[in-house]
Antibody, heavy 120, light 106 residues
Framework: EVQLVESGGGLVQPGGSLRLSCAPS????????MGWVRQAPGKGLEWVAN????????NYVDSVKGRFTISRDNAKKSLFLQMNTLRAEDTAVYYC?????????????WGQGALVTVSS | DIQMTQSPSSLSAAVGDRVTITCRAS??????LAWFQQKPGKAPKSLIY???SLQSGVPSKFSGSGSGTDFTLTISSLQPEDFATYYC?????????FGQGTRLEI
């Protein structure tokens, strides 16, 4: 069974940093692109970033470029999202998502989400 | 960026009804279109990819169609568990974008 478990969420002050982790299981992690999608309270879904199977290609939405970094450790089977210079508008539930084997940006499985709250 | 516009934003229906949700892309995306279902407090669940291909394990009451800029999600014989919010998503080009969602209510 495919599972994705996020951790690392919490309350952080504006300008602060936080690192999210995602622990996958039930599939060959190194064979899939991975991504992060967020959802602000009461709002819709917003794609944040994705990363290639070998980690050599990364893409970001403009609003997080230069502040967020997606990375992965295939040996330790982990996905990360380093978030720096956080803003109030980054407050959201952050979902880790697995891309399908066929389409690098179609997310077939999602984690349960990690809540990040940016507030003083 | 490709803008995805869903209509309607909310929809009321009854158990047993058939409903259709529309998604329009601001430019052609071929068939790089997915649909997701989300229930309150839960993660999105994938339903459809490639505009019309059913994700594994998803019942055939869900169907998708369209290509280019106009797409539809049809749900037949609505059951209580189908009442949720539905999102379309384009994955033709970056940034990947979602529609604003359609809330399906009883």
């Amino acid at each position: 069974e495919v599972q994705l478990v996020e951790s690392g969420g919490g309350l952080v002050q504006p300008g602060g940093s936080l690192r999210l982790s995602c622990a996958p299981s039930g599939f060959s992690f190194s064979n899939h692109w991975m991504g992060w999608v967020r959802q602000a309270p009461g709002k819709g879904l917003e794609w944040v970033a994705n990363i290639k199977k070998d980690g050599n290609e990364r893409n970001y939405v403009d609003s997080v470029k230069g502040r967020f970094t997606i990375s992965r450790d295939n040996a330790k089977k982990s996905l990360f999202l380093q978030m720096n210079t956080l803003r109030a508008e980054d407050t959201a539930v952050y979902y880790c998502a697995r891309a399908s084997a066929t389409y690098v940006s179609f997310y077939d499985y999602w984690g349960q989400g990690a809540l990040v709250t940016v507030s003083s | 960026d490709i803008q995805m516009t869903q209509s309607p934003s909310s929809l009321s229906a009854a158990v047993g009804d058939r409903v259709t949700i529309t998604c329009r892309a601001s430019q052609g995306i071929n068939n790089y279109l997915a649909w997701f279902q989300q229930k309150p407090g839960k993660a999105p669940k994938s339903l459809i990819y490639g505009a019309s291909s059913l994700q594994s394990g998803v019942p055939s009451k869900f169907s998708g169609s369209g290509s280019g800029t106009d797409f539809t999600l049809t749900i037949s014989s609505l059951q209580p568990e189908d009442f949720a919010t539905y999102y379309c998503q384009q994955y033709k080009s970056y940034p990947i974008t979602f529609g604003q969602g359609t809330r399906l209510e009883i």
